[in-house]
């Protein structure tokens, strides 16, 4: 945040994402750019499209790794990433790439594996396309009133204002930062016991990175702590 926060304000103005996700989506990929990955992205897979099991999909990652190629943003030795095909600081995969990749250094490639202002401006177009909300938390931790209706964790959105009317507030106090009208959904990561938290829409935004609740979790705490 501090080395690179010329770039990273600027970027930050420009998607409307703000830098401290920015930073940990890249943290939390590539340990800020110290490992990207170190097999041949093409052969990976090419390998990975005749396993079998999801085929399909792999193939047409390849297909689209050949067309970043044939466009020249990167040389086929050069082309490195994870056992899967995720390429770079964002490692994004190719279909990723060909959709939100930027050349945010005007050199004419949009180069996710050496530029970091490429890579960093690639990840935050991504999340800004993706429906992130500049105005809204991706999540905030709340107590729940004796009594409450845990049945309510049940996988759907309510708007805040029912959950506010069920009982719910913020453990840090004040309020929530977002309007009534929006919705959001309580999760229970460790069961009624532990920690709990109503999810926003940035919470799905950052599972469009990667489909996981755990994922989505890490950056937000990791963010949090930033901030």
């Known amino acids: 945040l501090v080395e690179h926060d010329e770039i990273l304000t600027k ?8 830098k401290r996700y920015i930073v940990t989506f890249w943290g939390v990929e590539t340990n800020f750019g110290q490992y990207l990955g170190s097999f041949n992205v093409p052969h990976a897979l090419a390998t990975l499209a005749f396993d079998g099991r999801r085929g399909a999909y792999f193939r047409k990652e390849l297909l689209n790794a050949l067309k970043i190629l044939e466009e020249g943003h990167i040389v086929p030795d050069k082309m490195k990433g994870s056992w899967a ?3 770079g ?4 995969m190719p279909s990723t790439y060909l959709a939100y990749a930027q050349d945010y250094d005007g050199d004419g490639l949009a180069n996710v594996w050496s530029s970091s202002p490429d890579a960093l401006a690639s990840a935050a177009n991504y999340l800004s396309a993706s429906g992130y909300r500049f105005d809204q938390p991706w999540g905030v931790e709340v107590l729940a009133p004796q ?7 049940d996988g759907n959105d309510r708007l805040l204002s029912s959950w506010k009317s069920a009982g719910l507030s913020p453990i840090r106090g004040g309020g929530f930062g977002v309007d009534d009208s929006d919705y959001a959904e309580l999760w229970l990561p460790a069961g009624a016991t532990g920690p709990k938290y109503l999810l926003f829409r940035n919470f799905d935004v950052f599972k469009t990175y990667n489909r996981s609740n755990s994922y989505a979790f890490a950056v937000g705490l990791l963010a949090d702590g930033l901030a």
């Open 147 to 153: 009594g409450f209706d845990w049945s309510m964790a």
């Open 85 to 87: 095909g995720a390429m």
């Open 89 to 92: 600081h964002t490692q994004f």
């Open 11 to 18: 970027v930050s103005k420009k998607y409307g994402v703000q």
